[in-house]
Structure formats: C-alpha cells, structure tokens
C-alpha cells in the first residue's frame, strides 16, 4: 500500500496533529475509540481507514478530516510543531 499519496499525507498529518496534542498512539486509540493497531496502520501507511475512523480522530485530535489528509495543512502544523519547539527551547535557555 505505501507509496500512495493521500496515505503518505494521512500518515504525515495524524503524527503531526497528535504530536501536536500531546498523544501517543496508545493514548489516542484509547480517547478515540479508534483500535490502536489500526492508529499504528494508518501511520505506517499500511491502512486505508474508513470515513467514519477519520472522524473520530479528527474530533479527538481539534482539527478535520481536511487538515488529516492536506498537504498545505500538513505543512503549516509541522511549522507550529516546529516553532513551538523553538519558543519552548529558548524560554528554557533565557
């Protein structure tokens, strides 16, 4: 299955998004009501998971099933992941 677009970004974007929220996989599969192991697919690019599943971790994850599966909003959440490191390192350096 890998090597497909819309995985790749899904893959992307929900490691990014629960990064984002502080989640691990474990975590997320238990608030989402999503199996762990099809959290662990998804992010292996190795599932293809139903509308419904997106939903759920999108509620659970404050964004939508757009942001999971958007390139140009991948982007723009890895740049906040990367700047709030960048703020969060320098608070600790000042």
């Given amino acids: 299955m890998k090597g497909n677009d819309i995985g790749e970004k899904l893959s992307q974007n929900l490691k990014i998004h ?4 502080g989640l691990t996989q474990r975590t ?3 608030v989402s009501g999503v199996g762990l192991c099809t959290i662990r697919d998804i992010e ?10 997106l939903m ?3 509620s659970v994850l ?6 999971l599966i958007d390139e140009e909003k991948s ?3 890895k740049w906040k992941i990367e700047y709030s490191g960048i703020r969060q390192r320098s608070t600790e350096i000042g």
């Avoid at 629960?18 to 929220?21: E, G």
């Avoid at 292996?44 to 599943?53: C, D, G, M, S, W």
């Avoid at 404050?62 to 942001?67: F, L, N, T």
């Fill in 18 to 21: 629960r990064k984002m929220q």
């Fill in 28 to 30: 997320l599969a238990k």
């Fill in 44 to 53: 292996q690019q190795n599932a293809y998971p139903k509308v419904a599943t």
């Fill in 56 to 58: 759920r971790l999108a």
């Fill in 75 to 77: 982007e723009k959440a």
């Fill in 62 to 67: 404050y964004c939508s099933v757009e942001d």
